[in-house]
């Protein structure tokens, strides 16, 4: 089975924070994807990776930032939180080049609140 | 470019009823369709997937989707609601170009004892 992790399920910062949320997946998938899910507005791609050290922005990459120095590792940075960033973040992985039919996995998400 | 339409926000049934979460996606090649089931405070697991061949698909826990190619449909269904189905169901499509996936915003799905 897939197993795509994340660091925290939980996390309350303050209003100028620094943030890092961690994504471990251990199925050697090529790609990894950082979303964010609000009431209402479904799942909006923040960025995502496509190869260690490659990254693009999705639709909403403003405020945050991504890392990827292993294959298996994808953080997703908030520079300076703010409380329009509270949200719930989704992880994802999948398998292969561009175009292929795989599925998205998911974590179990990380719920942040910005005070 | 793809987009994906979910019609109702929110959808009640009654237990032992006939589930029925509509979903219409517009891309400009063929896509690849999916569904996905969240409950609360976890996160998306795969319900089932179109890539190609027969167009309707059996999932797991009893759901299936039609892909309807004329109608750029792929609804979901059930034909007896089980209160262990109430969730978030969200649609998903890929295209045979690109990494992305785009999602509906979500059904939030009640069963009513």
């Known amino acids: 089975d897939v197993k795509v992790t994340q660091s925290s399920r939980y996390l309350v910062k303050r209003t100028g924070e620094k943030v890092f949320l961690e994504c471990v997946q251990d199925?050697?998938?090529?790609?990894m994807f950082w979303y964010r899910q609000d009431p209402g507005l479904g799942l909006r791609l923040i960025y995502f990776?496509?190869?260690?050290?490659?990254?693009e922005k999705g639709d909403i990459p403003e405020g945050y930032s991504v890392s990827r120095e292993k294959k298996e590792r994808f953080s997703l940075i908030l520079e300076s939180a703010s409380t329009n960033q509270t949200s719930m973040y989704l992880c994802?992985?999948?398998?292969?080049?561009?175009?292929?039919?795989?599925?998205?996995?998911f974590g179990p998400g990380t719920r942040l609140l910005v005070l | 470019a793809q987009s994906v339409t979910q019609l109702g926000s929110h959808v009640s049934v009654s237990e032992g009823a006939l589930v029925l979460l509509r979903c219409n996606y517009s891309?400009?090649?063929?896509?690849?369709l999916f569904w996905y089931v969240q409950y609360p405070n976890q996160g998306l697991q795969l319900l089932l997937k179109?890539?190609?061949?027969?167009?309707l698909v059996k999932g797991i826990n009893g759901f299936e989707a039609e892909f309807k190619k004329s109608e750029t449909s792929f609804h979901l269904t059930k034909p007896s609601a089980h209160m262990s189905d109430a969730a978030e169901y969200f649609c998903?499509?890929?295209?045979?170009?690109?990494?992305?996936?785009?999602f509906g915003t979500g059904t939030s799905l009640t069963v009513i004892p």
């Open positions: 990776s496509y190869d260690v050290k490659m990254k």
């Open positions: 179109y890539t190609t061949g027969a167009t």
């Open positions: 998903a499509v890929s295209s045979n170009t690109g990494n992305q996936f785009y």
């Open positions: 891309s400009s090649v063929p896509p690849y």
């Open positions: 199925m050697d998938h090529e790609n």
């Open positions: 994802a992985s999948r398998r292969g080049l561009a175009g292929t039919r795989e599925t998205q996995y």
